[in-house]
């Protein structure tokens, strides 16, 4: 699972509206809202990825639930390895949430392995503003892919792997 952008844009503006974040953290969130995923989109079409979300009004886990659904597939996710804003980490520390997080969270009936304590976990659930794509790569495609995401300006992080679903139930694990 390969995410081409860094989540927190939620977080970030909830603390901006209380005048709780800093300027810099406002302008980086704005830059990466900036950018296009028309790119990303083409670099996953032609590198074989086999399903492909935009990471919106429903958060990371939200999206990820919606693609595994479809799918039938199951999904493992590295907190440590998902990418977040400057400043997002200490905002949802702060307590700031997004007015859509109440309605987000609901999605955690399908996460498995929950920890609760730390960053990371909350902003599964903070919904973005242009956020980036979130693609399943097979894995023999995952080098060239990541390779051309960055030639193509992308940052992009591996997130996570696809997995058989367990009872026929789609379940996001986590691991920290």
């Known amino acids: 699972l390969v995410l081409t952008k860094p989540i927190g844009v939620g977080a970030l503006f909830a603390a901006d509206m209380m005048g709780q974040a800093k300027g810099r ?14 790119a990303a989109a083409q670099v996953f079409l032609t ?7 935009d990471v919106t009004g429903f958060g990371l886990a939200g999206h990820l639930a919606e693609m595994l659904a479809a799918s039938g597939a199951a999904a493992e996710l590295e907190l440590r390895a998902i990418p977040l ?23 955690e009936r399908v996460i498995q392995g929950a920890p609760l304590d ?53 379940q996001i694990r986590l691991q920290s």
């Open 25 to 38: 953290w406002i302008a980086n969130a704005m830059e990466a809202m900036c950018r296009s995923n028309a």
């Open 118 to 170: 730390g960053p990371v976990y909350p902003l599964l659930f903070d919904p973005q503003t242009a956020g980036g794509l979130l693609a399943a790569v097979p894995p023999q495609a995952l080098d060239g892919t990541l390779t051309a995401l960055e030639r193509a300006g992308c940052a992009p992080a591996v997130i996570g792997r696809a997995t058989p679903a367990k009872g026929g139930k789609a």
């Open 47 to 53: 590198h074989g990825a086999t399903a492909c979300t």
């Open 85 to 107: 804003l400057d400043g997002a980490a200490e905002v949802t520390l702060a307590g700031h949430r997004s007015s859509l997080y109440p309605q987000n969270v609901r999605i």
